[in-house]
């Protein structure tokens, strides 16, 4: 074994052709999803004033953003749904005719080249802003679940091509794998949100989505922000219910998690670089206290070489750009 003087790691940081030799992770537009909010209407373009660059869209506006996401080589987007009526129940969540429904059967038809993810839960869809039906102020598991199935298979019959859960209810994998199989989709696969945790860092797509609990808050299914170990669980039953792939939700402060997962289950892993991990940087960068494109790279450069096969990222169009 040697060690200095013959040894010199400085060596291979010579010059940028022996660093880029060397370099062990690469980023590239097929590794991101472009998280995106449709609401009904036509010609609109809302901006979301905590979320800079980033708009809450009409169909006939996001099937023109789709086009230019797929001109980019971004291979998937995933959609949130604002629905022109709220209920106890979230009855938009599974309407055929809902927002999303609408917005898969559109882009489907008009957009080559692009994957679409569906987010299912029942936050975007309720009065009350919670992911489930409640009984009082206490979100029911069982009776949520099956309404997620419902929802999961009218995003399918619209043409969804991934169905992403994001509810954190127990078993919500295995009954949307039966309900999807039962209805046909058999070859749809489950992106489940397996280890999401109930995290600060939520706040601004709250705003995007509308989706702000009324009372209370997600600690109830979301997991706590102090386990680890939990998280192993958590994916582990997502795995053995039938999730294709996993996610874990925040990225960036969460790279332990992501590189554990990825470790031990060896499943695609993504991860998604929420709302407020993209709106600090932004707002930093608005200030010109850090450099934005830079430190924009380096946040997604992390959460890959943690080993997130996939990245959510509301970068995803910045970051596409800045690699061709
Ligand atoms: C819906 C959902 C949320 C996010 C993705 N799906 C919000 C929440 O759990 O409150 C957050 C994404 C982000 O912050 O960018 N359950
Ligand atoms: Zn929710």
Redesign the pocket.
């Known amino acids: 074994m040697s060690i200095y003087p013959a040894k010199r790691l400085r060596r291979l940081r010579n010059n940028p052709i022996i660093r880029d030799m060397v370099r062990e992770t690469a980023l590239s537009p097929k590794d991101f999803i472009y998280?995106l909010f449709v609401i009904p209407g036509k010609n609109i373009k809302n901006p979301i004033k905590s979320m800079p660059g980033n708009y809450q869209m009409s169909i006939d506006v996001l099937v023109e953003e789709c086009k230019e996401v797929a001109s980019l080589g971004i291979p998937a987007v995933i959609l949130?749904g604002i629905p022109d009526h709220k209920d106890e129940v979230g009855s938009g969540a599974y309407d055929p005719d809902g927002i999303i429904q609408q917005a898969v059967r559109a882009i489907k038809k008009e957009v080559k080249n692009l994957a679409v993810i569906t987010?299912v839960?029942?936050?975007?869809y309720t009065s009350h802003g919670h992911?489930g039906v409640l009984d009082g102020e206490h979100i029911l598991n069982d009776e949520t679940v099956e309404l997620l199935v419902k929802e999961a298979v009218s995003h399918a019959r619209a043409g969804a091509d991934i169905i992403a859960p994001?509810?954190?209810m127990d078993g919500r994998v295995i009954a949307i794998r039966k309900g999807l199989d039962a209805n046909g989709f058999h070859n749809i696969p489950i992106m489940s949100?397996a280890a999401?945790y109930?995290?600060g860092?939520?706040?601004?797509?709250?705003d995007?989505?509308e989706?702000?609990?009324a009372f209370g808050d997600?600690r109830s299914h979301?997991m706590d922000i102090a386990n680890a170990n939990e998280a192993m669980r958590e994916v582990e039953a997502d795995i053995e219910e039938g999730a294709d792939m996993v996610m874990v939700?925040?990225a960036g402060p969460y790279l332990d998690i992501i590189y554990r997962v990825k470790q031990k289950f060896g499943l695609p892993t993504a991860a998604?670089?929420?709302?407020?991990?993209?709106s600090m940087i932004k707002a930093a960068g608005a200030n010109g206290w850090i450099d934005e494109p830079r430190v924009m790279m380096e946040s997604l450069m992390a959460i890959k070489r943690a080993g997130a096969d996939m990245i959510?990222t509301?970068f995803a169009k910045d970051a596409a750009k800045l690699l061709k």
């Open positions: 998280p949130f987010d839960c029942m936050c975007e992911c994001s509810d954190m949100y999401k109930a995290s860092y939520y706040g601004p797509f709250r995007a989505a989706s702000t609990p997600r979301q939700k925040p998604y670089q929420v709302s407020g991990e993209f959510l509301y």
